[in-house]
């Protein structure tokens, strides 16, 4: 992209910004809004992302034209394979916070993920998928016992080491950073 292109479209993004501001009720984001019901205090702050992630992403995507799930402006991943990944890399970071391996239906899932832009699943699908990775997330999030955070845990075929902690923190911003690669991707299709 030629700079004169990079400040037009930043341009254009403040503008959308000022823009969804205004139409937007003032409520807080939901770390300002207090502690999450059954979640244990060290626990908030990624329960707090993930609800964050279905505030930010859920009403912007739920009415987008194929066209616009699909495009891939700048040769980017386009919004349909985030919204197939999120809740996949999700499902399968949360598993390796148990300490248990991935199941045969997480890698097909997986290997799915790689071809989402040729198969192009119906964006109800898509969406059906990304608030049932959400809520399955907040439910083990009520679930995981505060002894066991610290508990030293493995990563992938290669074993890399983390915490039960780790994974979920990790869990939460890989979140977030793929719905914030959404919501850009919203204003961009949506020129």
Avoid at 34 to 48: F, R, T
Avoid at 106 to 124: G, I, K, M
Avoid at 131 to 149: C, E, I, K, W
């Amino acid at each position: 992209m030629r700079q004169c292109d990079i400040a037009i479209l930043r341009q254009h993004l403040r503008i959308q910004l000022e823009i969804s501001s205004m139409e937007r009720p003032s409520i807080p984001e939901v770390w300002l809004r207090g502690p999450i019901e059954g979640i244990q205090p060290l626990l908030q702050p990624a329960a707090h992302t993930l609800v964050q992630v279905g505030e930010d992403v859920l009403p912007i995507v739920e009415n987008l034209a194929p066209a616009r799930v699909w495009a891939r402006p700048g040769n980017a991943a386009s919004i349909g394979f985030h919204l197939a990944h999120l809740p996949g890399s999700l499902d399968r970071l949360l598993t390796y916070s148990r300490g248990e391996s991935l199941t045969s239906e997480q890698l097909v899932a997986l290997a799915a993920e790689r071809t989402v832009d040729q198969d192009r699943a119906e964006l109800s699908f898509l969406l059906a998928r990304f608030r049932t990775g959400l809520d399955a997330a907040m439910t083990y999030l009520r679930a995981v016992p505060a002894g066991s955070l610290l508990q030293p845990r493995e990563v992938g075929r290669k074993r890399l080491p983390s915490t039960t902690l780790g994974l979920i923190f990790h869990a939460a911003e890989h979140s977030a950073r793929h719905a914030g690669q959404i919501v850009t991707l919203v204003r961009v299709v949506q020129g």
